[in-house]
Structure formats: C-alpha cells, structure tokens
C-alpha cells in the first residue's frame, strides 16, 4: 500500500509528464475522439416591414417596423480532437419554496481530463442547468448550457492518484452527488502517477 506521507512529500514532475503527453499524443493507435461540442439556444431580435392598411376603407397602406424575438440554434465548439483520460461527474439540486411557486434548479456537471492532439493536457467541465418553476399548478422548464476549459492543476493530478469515491448528501433544499472528490484510498506512491498510468494506457 503506498505510504501517504512520502506521496506528500512528492511533487508533480510536470516536464516529464508533460513531455510523455506529447509523446503519447504522437505515438498512440488509440483512434482521438471526435471534438466535444454542444448546442445551445439563444433568442435574437428581428426586424420585419409589414404593411399596415389605413385610412377610410383601408384604402392606404404603410410601411411599419415590427420586432420579434426568434429562437436560434448555436453549436458551441469546446475542444478538438482529444482521448479522454479521466471522467468524473458532480451535480447539485437545490429547491426554493414560497407560498406561491416552488423553484428546483439542477446543475449537471461532467468533468474531463482530455489529452489533446497538440499533446496539451486539459481539464474540460460541461454543465447543465435545468430550472423548474411550479406556480398555479403549472411547470415551467428552461435549460442553460456552459463549459470551461482550463490547464490541468495541482488538484485535478492529485485526484487521479486517489480511488474514485461515490458519494451522495442532503442538506436542507439542496442535495449533491457525484465522484468528483477524490476518495481516501491512496492508490499512487508519487503525485502524478495516476495521470502517468492513464497516458500509458493509450500505447498499449
């Protein structure tokens, strides 16, 4: 079992891995997934001329200006190419009650640690927001979408080295669950193996 206070004293070696990554990125027959994308609606305002009749027996006509909201389609590009090294998920509820209406709000969250074919390592989150509204014996539900990418950290590394852990609480409204935390079950000897392990797989 490895020793947990040597893993403390460890450090990241982030030129090796970094250097493996690129080597990795080269030398893989793992086929790359197709790019990780998403689509989103947005509301845009139009202008429309439409003619108006007027006038006695609407024997004239004129030219107005009439806006509109229309709903559009747009596919938001988030990364490339890539092979997936880590996935992980976290989701958060939470309920407001008045007299009135009852609001839940529910984020999904999908979280990736991507190896990318430039040989850059990323962390990908993806969330999901659905909003319900209950008010007079009506729902109402709208959907929200966003994503960040970021470079790896310190802690996306180390909880790679840890056993995944399920977990589930409820607190008041709100409730969480997932296996983003890392559990306590040490599974590397140095920080940074568990990363080393996963871009390994990809040349075997």
Do not use: C
């Not at 030219?63 to 998920?89: C, F, P, Y």
Request: no cysteine; charged share 30%.
């Amino acid at each position: 079992m490895p020793d947990r206070q040597a893993y403390n004293a460890s450090i990241i070696d982030w030129p090796r891995i970094r250097a493996f990554a690129q080597r990795v990125a080269r030398e893989t027959r793992t086929p790359a997934e197709q790019g990780i994308s998403y689509t989103t609606t947005e509301y845009e305002t139009k202008i429309k001329l439409i003619e108006v009749k007027h006038g006695p027996f609407g024997l004239f006509t004129k030219t107005e200006r009439k806006s509109e909201q229309v709903a559009v389609s747009k596919r938001i590009d988030v990364v490339g190419r890539h092979w997936v090294l880590e996935r992980r998920n976290h989701h958060i509820e939470h309920t407001t009650k008045t007299r009135a209406h009852t609001n839940q709000e529910t984020s999904h969250e999908e979280h990736f640690v991507v190896l990318l074919a430039d040989g850059s390592l990323k962390k990908v989150i993806l969330i999901e927001t659905e909003n319900m509204n209950t008010a007079h014996g009506r729902n109402t539900f709208f959907f929200t979408h966003d994503h960040a990418v970021r470079d790896l950290s310190t802690s996306y590394v180390e909880a790679m080295d840890f056993e995944k852990r399920h977990y589930s609480t409820t607190k008041a409204r709100s409730q969480n669950w997932g296996d983003l935390e890392p559990g306590k079950r040490l599974l590397s000897h140095t920080k940074g193996v568990g990363l080393t392990k996963a871009l390994k797989r990809l040349l075997a």
